[in-house]
């Protein structure tokens, strides 16, 4: 990796905070669907940093979001698929020419390797884990 100047880690910091702000204040969320923006500071990230400085903001949009404005209990798992996601993008689009194919296939794969691969697995494990809290704390645990 290249040491970077200070303006381009304040564009990153910049960027961050507009995924944070898109996916965490300005999304639409339901109990079955989740829509939002926060794809658009990634598709720009990814034009100018590469795919790991992508993946790498990704990540740390998606802990700090958790952590300030999270709806849910942090899970790691998902903090990995956002630096996957970033990752497809930036492989998608550093120093290359956005074209409509570029954007499908980048879509694709981050809809099927993330939403349809690693998602559920993940939501398995938080129900898994909080089913056996529960279950220890109401059943095993002794009754004071």
């Not at 990230?45 to 700090?64: E, N, R």
């Not at 349809?116 to 704390?137: D, M």
């Given at each position: 990796?290249?040491?970077?100047?200070?303006?381009?880690?304040?564009?990153?910091?910049?960027?961050?905070?507009?995924?944070i702000v898109?996916?965490?204040?300005?999304?639409?969320?339901?109990?079955?669907?989740?829509?939002t923006?926060?794809?658009?500071?990634?598709?720009?990230?990814?034009?100018l940093?590469g795919p790991?400085w992508?993946?790498?903001?990704?990540?740390?949009a998606?802990?700090?979001?958790a952590?300030?404005?999270?709806?849910?209990?942090?899970?790691?798992?998902?903090?990995?698929?956002?630096?996957?996601?970033g990752?497809?993008y930036?492989?998608?689009?550093?120093?290359?020419?956005?074209?409509?194919?570029?954007a499908?296939?980048?879509?694709?794969?981050?809809?099927?390797?993330?939403?349809?691969?690693?998602?559920?697995?993940?939501?398995?494990?938080?129900?898994?884990?909080?089913?056996?809290?529960?279950?220890?704390?109401?059943?095993v645990?002794?009754?004071?």
């Amino acid at each position: 990796m290249r040491k970077l100047p200070t303006h381009a880690i304040t564009v990153m910091g910049l960027l961050i905070a507009m995924m944070i702000v898109l996916s965490q204040v300005f999304g639409f969320e339901t109990q079955l669907i989740k829509i939002t923006f926060d794809f658009v500071p990634q598709i720009v990230l990814a034009s100018l940093f590469g795919p790991i400085w992508t993946g790498i903001c990704a990540a740390v949009a998606d802990v700090i979001g958790a952590v300030l404005l999270g709806k849910a209990p942090f899970f790691f798992g998902f903090t990995i698929n956002a630096f996957i996601s970033g990752s497809v993008y930036g492989y998608f689009f550093y120093r290359k020419e956005i074209t409509i194919k570029r954007a499908f296939l980048a879509v694709l794969i981050n809809t099927l390797v993330i939403t349809l691969c690693l998602t559920p697995p993940g939501w398995r494990s938080c129900i898994v884990s909080r089913l056996l809290t529960e279950i220890y704390g109401r059943y095993v645990s002794p009754k004071r």
